[in-house]
């Protein structure tokens, strides 16, 4: 973590665990709330713990983010403990903090953007091609459609195109296979050997 957290976190080492909780469960509203705050929320706890607003809001912001990127990591309780060490938190401040933290993880986690941010890996490609050859009102045509399923790691991905969107995908996956011929790539790849 930064040292801007770790500065944001100073007013946790003068909580109590009852305040800490509060500004910790504060934190994780946050999170919920797609990182958004009610201004009166955070002047009602910050006269109740005596922190000035300012303050408790960018301890809220440094609590959100150390939960955020735990969750993420999805770190259990003794690799919780050991990113929040740093800081010198008192005991009762730590226990508190992380029992928030435990509590609320799937919900940390199921809240924070950068848990979908991972890319999907390809693991297989399907096709078949659909050809309609008649309607009710006319006859003898040929329209072929392409139906195409691609499977991730998590779920399948399905599509259908027909001649056209098929010849420029074709296209796009063949600029991306010259690609790697390409001065820069080649460049890139000597530099890695």
């Not at 976190?9 to 990182?35: C, D, E, G, M, N």
């Not at 002047?43 to 912001?61: D, F, Q």
């Not at 296209?171 to 001065?183: F, I, Q, S, V, Y």
Request: proline share 4%; with cysteine.
């Amino acid at each position: 973590m930064s040292a801007l957290v770790a500065n944001d976190l100073t007013p946790l080492l003068t909580l109590t665990s009852s305040q800490a909780t509060s500004t910790s469960l504060l934190s994780v509203q946050y999170i919920k709330t797609a990182f958004t705050i009610d201004n009166t929320t955070v002047k009602n706890l910050s006269s109740t713990i005596s922190i000035p607003p300012k303050e408790l809001l960018s301890l809220i912001l440094a609590l959100s983010k150390i939960y955020a990127e735990s969750s993420n990591r999805k770190h259990n309780e003794h690799f919780f403990r050991k990113a929040i060490s740093p800081y010198g938190l008192p005991d009762a401040v730590c226990d508190a903090v992380t029992k928030v933290y435990l509590e609320n993880q799937k919900l940390i986690f199921e809240n924070t953007p950068s848990k979908n941010s991972s890319t999907r890996e390809y693991a297989d490609l399907s096709w078949r091609m659909d050809v309609e050859i008649a309607r009710r009102s006319i006859q003898n045509m040929a329209e072929p459609n392409w139906k195409f399923n691609v499977t991730t790691g998590a779920d399948p991905i399905s599509f259908q195109c027909d001649a056209a969107m098929l010849d420029k995908l074709k296209g796009e996956l063949e600029l991306a296979l010259r690609e790697e011929k390409d001065t820069h790539s080649m460049r890139f790849q000597r530099y890695m050997n």
